[in-house]
């Protein structure tokens, strides 16, 4: 069975809440942080007023939270323009 991004970050969190999903930058974020994390942010953009279909801008360097917000984007099919 294929699985999309999603998908496997909720698996990965449920079977391996403490193992790294993410180093970057000299930091990492667990499975189980990645999917919190991307969780309080899709909320906050969503209290925003963001819906599917919305298209961001972002720009951040490359760290940690890119990856994140990137993360977040496909989950939530928010489409995205990275401004470097």
């Known amino acids: 069975m294929k699985e999309n991004i999603?998908?496997?970050?909720?698996r990965g969190a449920k079977l391996?809440?403490?193992?790294?999903?993410?180093?970057a930058c000299g930091r990492t974020l667990?499975?189980?942080e990645l999917d919190e994390q991307s969780d309080?942010?899709?909320q906050g953009?969503?209290?925003?007023?963001?819906?599917?279909?919305?298209?961001l801008v972002i720009?951040?360097?490359n760290c940690i939270e890119y990856i994140?917000?990137?993360?977040?984007?496909t989950v939530h099919v928010w489409s995205w323009?990275?401004?470097t």
């Open 6 to 10: 999603a998908q496997m970050a909720a």
């Open 16 to 23: 391996w809440p403490s193992k790294v999903a993410i180093e």
């Open 30 to 32: 667990t499975y189980q």
């Open 40 to 42: 309080v942010l899709a």
């Open 45 to 55: 953009l969503a209290r925003l007023g963001h819906a599917f279909g919305d298209r």
């Open 59 to 61: 720009s951040l360097n």
């Open 68 to 73: 994140l917000v990137s993360f977040l984007c």
């Open 81 to 83: 323009l990275v401004l």
